[in-house]
């Protein structure tokens, strides 16, 4: 049987592209190395359907603004699983953000948002679960959303299967050969190979993305160059009833950290850090650990200790090169194809777990140009309610 579409990876890109695809009635194939979907980074985000306030700092209108758009939609279609949650901003005397300066970006969020935000009046500081007010100048409160990133993917992949995809798990994909008129996969699963034929590939492979890359012929090269960064995040106990997520600059270097309440504990998180092994071994390090526990320390009066660390996770960000910090470079996704408009695989960098469905319909957009309109009916993402 020969499929339109295989999409290699069930994290939430390769779930989105299989949702997508179906729905316009392509003959889909998920392929997942694992046993189960959402094993590489898509279970191990922050877990924010978000905007990200702090991609206005480095000018990123149009990606905060897609997100929004794409945090209203997940809002209706998967209220289940998205929710808003207030965010708490402290600004002191020695922040490096000043307080007009939030409140200016904070504005822009609201306009692009349609949610509104406040400053919290001094008489209400002492009830925000023992943040510490000497030098306290201000506190801002807007709305954000929160997920569970594992079920999300989970949903949309149960979505994508409920318009016809098919998915196999514990089906590593070894090869990949491209030819002029369809794309054979070779993969291995419960011992054996298989080879499986289609018309066109997306490699939604997450931080294993250039792994793919180098398992294809012909050798592709004109591939962006990548940098893997590590973020952890830290479960501890919560000390006390939390109001909402806290939105902490790191007194170290600036970076946003977030305190946000998680299944009955706190989840505070996250770094970045250069990695270069494995991706399938990524874990947390004791400097990662010890950086979070310093900034939690630093705003919150019940202060806290390695013992108090209940578990931690590592998930990779996949960034495009540069000198800068991992912090300022571009969140965006890139979509690029193997032989420019001869091209039959198209390998899918980075982006959000909040603009899955968003970046789907980028490559649906690229798909339609070369893969014949199917007949029959076809449904808008826009409009699929999740599982
Ligand atoms: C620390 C951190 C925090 C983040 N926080 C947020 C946030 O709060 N909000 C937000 O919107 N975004 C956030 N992101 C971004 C978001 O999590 C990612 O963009 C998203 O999860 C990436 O999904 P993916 O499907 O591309 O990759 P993955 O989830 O890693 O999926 C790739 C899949 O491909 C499979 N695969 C790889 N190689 C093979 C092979 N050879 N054969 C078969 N299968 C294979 C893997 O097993 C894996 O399941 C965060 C990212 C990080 C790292």
Same mark, same amino acid.
């Given at each position: 049987m020969e499929y339109d579409l295989i999409v290699i990876g069930a994290g939430i890109q390769g779930a989105g592209v299989a949702q997508a695809a179906s729905a316009q009635g392509y003959r889909v194939l998920v392929l997942e @190395?694992?046993?189960? =979907?959402? @094993?590489?980074?898509s279970s191990r985000s922050s877990k924010l359907i978000h905007g990200g306030l702090r991609y206005l700092e480095t000018a990123q209108f149009s990606l905060v603004y897609e997100c929004l758009q794409e945090r209203k939609r997940l809002l209706k279609n998967a209220p289940h699983l998205v929710k808003l949650v207030p965010f708490y901003i402290p600004v002191y005397h020695n922040s490096h953000r000043k307080p007009w300066k939030i409140a200016l970006g904070l504005a822009l969020y609201s306009l692009l948002s349609f949610t509104p935000f406040q400053r919290i009046p001094k #008489? @209400?500081? #002492? #009830? *925000?679960?023992? *943040?510490?007010?000497? %030098?306290?100048?201000a506190v801002f409160k807007y709305y954000d959303g929160q997920t569970d990133d594992k079920k999300l993917t989970q949903a949309v992949l149960s979505s994508a299967k409920s318009l016809g995809a098919e998915v196999i798990f514990s089906a590593h994909v070894e090869s990949i050969e491209i030819s002029p008129s369809s794309c054979t996969t070779t993969l291995l699963t419960k011992g054996k190979k298989h080879s499986i034929k289609s018309q066109f590939i997306v490699n939604a492979a997450g931080p294993w993305v250039e792994s793919i890359i180098q398992k294809t012929t012909p050798v592709i090269t004109a591939q962006p160059k990548v940098d893997l960064v590590q973020g952890t995040h830290i479960i501890v106990p919560k000390t006390?009833?939390? *109001?909402g997520m806290y939105y902490l600059e790191? =007194? @170290? +270097?600036q970076r946003a950290v977030f305190v946000m309440p998680w299944e009955n504990q706190l989840l505070i998180g996250t770094t970045e850090l250069a990695y270069n092994g494995d991706p399938a071994d990524v874990a947390p390090l004791e400097i990662e650990i010890e950086y979070l526990l310093s900034v939690y320390n630093h705003y919150f009066s019940a202060s806290l200790s390695h013992? $108090?660390?209940?578990s931690s996770f590592a998930g990779l960000r996949v960034l495009p090169q540069a000198d800068s910090s991992a912090f300022s470079r571009p969140r965006d996704t890139l979509l690029v194809g +193997?032989? %420019? $408009?001869?091209?039959?695989m198209f390998s899918l960098y980075g982006g959000k777990l909040t603009a899955y469905r968003a970046t789907a319909e980028k490559v649906m957009r690229r798909l339609r140009r070369v893969l014949p309109v199917k007949s029959g009916k076809r449904l808008d993402t826009r409009d699929l309610r999740l599982p």
């Amino acid at each position: 049987m020969e499929y339109d579409l295989i999409v290699i990876g069930a994290g939430i890109q390769g779930a989105g592209v299989a949702q997508a695809a179906s729905a316009q009635g392509y003959r889909v194939l998920v392929l997942e @190395q694992y046993a189960e =979907p959402a @094993q590489g980074t898509s279970s191990r985000s922050s877990k924010l359907i978000h905007g990200g306030l702090r991609y206005l700092e480095t000018a990123q209108f149009s990606l905060v603004y897609e997100c929004l758009q794409e945090r209203k939609r997940l809002l209706k279609n998967a209220p289940h699983l998205v929710k808003l949650v207030p965010f708490y901003i402290p600004v002191y005397h020695n922040s490096h953000r000043k307080p007009w300066k939030i409140a200016l970006g904070l504005a822009l969020y609201s306009l692009l948002s349609f949610t509104p935000f406040q400053r919290i009046p001094k #008489s @209400q500081w #002492s #009830s *925000l679960n023992g *943040l510490k007010t000497q %030098g306290l100048k201000a506190v801002f409160k807007y709305y954000d959303g929160q997920t569970d990133d594992k079920k999300l993917t989970q949903a949309v992949l149960s979505s994508a299967k409920s318009l016809g995809a098919e998915v196999i798990f514990s089906a590593h994909v070894e090869s990949i050969e491209i030819s002029p008129s369809s794309c054979t996969t070779t993969l291995l699963t419960k011992g054996k190979k298989h080879s499986i034929k289609s018309q066109f590939i997306v490699n939604a492979a997450g931080p294993w993305v250039e792994s793919i890359i180098q398992k294809t012929t012909p050798v592709i090269t004109a591939q962006p160059k990548v940098d893997l960064v590590q973020g952890t995040h830290i479960i501890v106990p919560k000390t006390n009833e939390f *109001l909402g997520m806290y939105y902490l600059e790191a =007194p @170290q +270097d600036q970076r946003a950290v977030f305190v946000m309440p998680w299944e009955n504990q706190l989840l505070i998180g996250t770094t970045e850090l250069a990695y270069n092994g494995d991706p399938a071994d990524v874990a947390p390090l004791e400097i990662e650990i010890e950086y979070l526990l310093s900034v939690y320390n630093h705003y919150f009066s019940a202060s806290l200790s390695h013992a $108090d660390v209940i578990s931690s996770f590592a998930g990779l960000r996949v960034l495009p090169q540069a000198d800068s910090s991992a912090f300022s470079r571009p969140r965006d996704t890139l979509l690029v194809g +193997d032989n %420019g $408009d001869k091209s039959r695989m198209f390998s899918l960098y980075g982006g959000k777990l909040t603009a899955y469905r968003a970046t789907a319909e980028k490559v649906m957009r690229r798909l339609r140009r070369v893969l014949p309109v199917k007949s029959g009916k076809r449904l808008d993402t826009r409009d699929l309610r999740l599982p």
